[in-house]
């Protein structure tokens, strides 16, 4: 038996409409699941916004408030999409209300944040998933499944790399995510969270890192109006970049390995140039976003010379067969949150969770504050 469950989304700018995009797909790729979203509320405080939203996609009902989404009774449940310094308080007062929560990473702007939405949910007894989309892809669930088999051998190094170019242009507006009170850390926040995530995904606690950061970018124009994504703005009042571009981490796993983490919002020539690469000593595994559904792979016992075979992901491979019939043809970015969507969904139906949770955006935020203290102190932090 097919049940309803109330969804709201908070925030609709990209993202939000990439939430609202996959529960309107999960059915169609997961006809299994026993819940069916059904877009009650949608909270956005642009004017108009929330209006063009509902009238695209169908909510029930649009407010610029999201405490009025947090009093609704027909919303079971929220996704969280709005900018990262709103992350605490609505996920906190959402999870109060009993409302099972989908959020955006980072999870607010600090550790200390992620662990009070974390204490929230738990406390609730509701489920949280949180947006660590990259290890939905199937390929990445492969090369994890690999890693733990031991076709690697003991796994020595890997190297995480997460390049754009989103805000390289030097008239991108001076949005809240430049902004240490609104968006908390820059590129540590937004891409080395992901970064972090899949090295604890793929290779299990971070011991400690040291790592240096830098603002290349230092002033930006002011915005005039509302702003989505990365807008330009030129001809408004300059005003000072708070937080980093570019952060580069050493890491030193628990289990002995050792690690690199590289990640730019402003690099030239560079679209979304995100990947792993991992080494063991008897193989090595590699990644590349851009190419999401092939995985390289060296194993073997030549140990020297060993060619590396390109591997196509298929159905067998993590939620693949839900999306395609056969290895080879492609799935997107908007695939892997239909995944997320689907999952905590299931967490949601089954009671118990599945995907990234928020015990996981805690350890991610932990290693990014680590970042910004190494950053500052010139020193290794310990994590564990």
């Known amino acids: 038996m097919v049940s309803t469950l109330g969804v709201a989304v908070v925030g609709f700018g990209w993202m939000g409409r990439v939430h609202t995009q996959a529960y309107a797909r999960v059915p169609h790729h997961f006809p299994q699941l026993p819940l069916r979203p059904q877009l009650v509320s949608v909270a956005e405080e642009v004017p108009g916004r929330a209006e063009e939203a509902a009238a695209q996609f169908g909510f029930a009902s649009t407010t610029r408030d999201w405490r009025e989404v947090a009093a609704d009774p027909r919303v079971q449940a929220v996704s969280i999409t709005a900018p990262n310094f709103l992350h605490r308080e609505i996920g906190v007062a959402m999870a109060e209300a009993g409302k099972h929560l989908w959020i955006e990473k980072p999870v607010g702007l600090t550790a200390t944040d992620a662990g009070a939405v974390a204490d929230a949910v738990a406390k609730a007894g509701v489920q949280g998933t949180v947006g660590f989309n990259y290890r939905n892809a199937p390929a990445v669930q492969t090369a994890r499944d690999l890693i733990a088999s031991g076709e690697l051998g003991t796994v020595t190094h890997i190297r995480i790399r997460l390049f754009s170019d989103y805000a390289a242009h030097p008239d991108g507006a001076l949005t809240w995510r430049y902004e240490k009170e609104r968006g908390g850390s820059g590129v540590l926040g937004d891409l080395a969270s992901h970064g972090a995530d899949l090295a604890r995904y793929l290779l299990g606690d971070i011991a400690s890192l040291t790592a240096d950061t830098a603002v290349f970018i230092p002033e930006r124009a002011r915005p005039t109006g509302a702003t989505a994504g990365h807008t330009r703005a ?18 030193r796993f628990a289990s002995g390995a050792r690690g690199v983490l590289e990640a ?15 080494h063991g000593t008897k193989g090595a595994v590699f990644w590349d976003f851009r190419r999401m559904n092939e995985l390289g792979v060296s194993r073997g016992t030549s140990y020297q010379d060993q060619p590396v075979a390109t591997v196509y992901v298929g159905p067998g491979d993590g939620e693949y067969g839900a999306f395609q019939p056969g290895a080879a043809t492609s799935m997107g970015y908007d695939d892997l949150k239909v995944i997320e969507a689907y999952r905590f969904l299931r967490s949601v139906a089954e009671g118990t969770p599945h995907g990234a949770t928020l015990d996981d955006a805690v350890h991610s935020a932990a290693v990014v504050d680590a970042m910004a203290r190494s950053a500052q102190s010139g020193t290794w932090v310990n994590l564990v």
């Open 234 to 251: 030129t001809g408004g009042e300059l005003g000072p970049v708070e937080n980093e571009d570019y952060v580069n981490c050493l890491l």
């Open 264 to 278: 730019c919002r402003v690099s030239v020539g560079e679209q979304n140039n995100y990947g792993f690469e991992v």
